[in-house]
């Protein structure tokens, strides 16, 4: 299972860290991958961190629109993946969703939605201008 949380109101240029914590059984190798949906617009890739069990270091990959603003990381005591959003725009605006691939690449976390087969409920994030 997977429970998103952080979301809320926030002015542009602001901060935001959303919070993804699973729990359950997972495989030894996969990645968790943040979506985000905007009212009317189709879901789209956020950032996606990847790792295998017997690893000791995590890969990340972004969306071109997020890149060098957000950044995933993950505690892996806590079982928690976080998105620490920053200068955020309206455009930023929209429900975030995360969600696990269970046979990611460890190297090479994945942005095609269809690859994450478990989903949490969104938490709303929006950016006022």
């Known amino acids: 299972q997977l429970q998103a949380s952080g979301g809320g109101l926030v002015q542009a240029g602001g901060s935001l860290r959303l919070a993804c914590a699973a729990s359950g059984r997972t495989s030894s190798s996969y990645a968790i991958g943040w979506f985000r949906q905007a009212p009317g617009e189709e879901r789209e890739f956020v950032a996606a961190?990847?790792?295998?069990?017997?690893?000791?270091?995590?890969?990340?990959y972004y969306a071109d629109s997020v890149k060098g603003r957000f950044t995933i990381s993950r505690d892996g005591a806590k079982n928690t993946v976080y998105l620490q959003m920053g200068s955020l725009k309206a455009e930023d605006t929209g429900v975030y969703y995360c969600a696990l691939d269970p046979a990611s690449n460890p190297r090479y976390p994945s942005s095609i939605r269809d690859r994450y087969r478990y989903w949490g409920k969104g938490t709303l994030v929006t950016i006022s201008s």
């Open positions: 961190i990847s790792w295998s069990t017997s690893w000791s270091s995590s890969n990340t």
